[in-house]
């Protein structure tokens, strides 16, 4: 059993590693530089480009160092409000599954790595307090802006079970999704308006 937890702690930091020198690579290569550039890079996969861009979306959720609204833009603009949205909902969903699962499993030098101690000591006082942690959490999954990011490995440090999170990612990442396609599409519209 030993052996089995030492190779899937060593195949899980594999990929992390290797998703960091890909996320490193991506910037050097000014992918994420502008709005425009990272919707070329996703045109340029073909057919492949939806699959591509769920996993860079899922990439930008689990390392939250990367612009999350950048992808949202290009998803909307790519696939229309409709598929943008539920690619968007994909990426989204499994990446805050995986950032919990990450925390759960390895704790709190995970999340101060991927969160910064700064973040984690702000919400250290509401992991205390289950019940003041659910209904931040809960507020801050459904509303637009919030980090939703961080607060999914904060929450992995919690004793909130994996069923109660992903019921709430499930049902409050829709709406700030929608909000945030709605918004973009009504931006884009005037602007293409305007030429």
Known sequence: MKNKDKLINIITLSIILIIIMFVIYMFKQGVFSSTKSFENYISSFGIW????FIVIQIIQVVIPILPSTIG????????????????????????????FLL???YGTELVKKMVGNTKLEKYLNSINNQKKFDKIFTAAI???????????????????RFRY???????????SI???SIGIT???NYIKSLF
Do not use: Q, R, W
Request: charged residues 10%; hydrophobic residues 50%; glycine residues 8%.
């Open 178 to 180: 929608a909000i945030y």
């Open 49 to 52: 480009e939806v699959a591509i």
């Open 103 to 105: 925390s759960k499993k």
């Open 142 to 160: 459904f509303l637009p802006g919030a980090p939703d990011d961080y607060l999914c490995y904060i929450a992995g440090l919690t004793k909130m």
């Open 72 to 99: 949202s833009v290009v998803c909307i603009i790519l696939f229309g409000p409709i598929y943008g949205f539920i690619y968007n909902y994909c990426a989204i969903c499994i990446g805050s599954s995986i950032n």
């Open 165 to 175: 999170f992903i019921s709430i990612i499930l049902l409050g990442k829709p709406l």
């Open 186 to 188: 009504v931006i884009f």
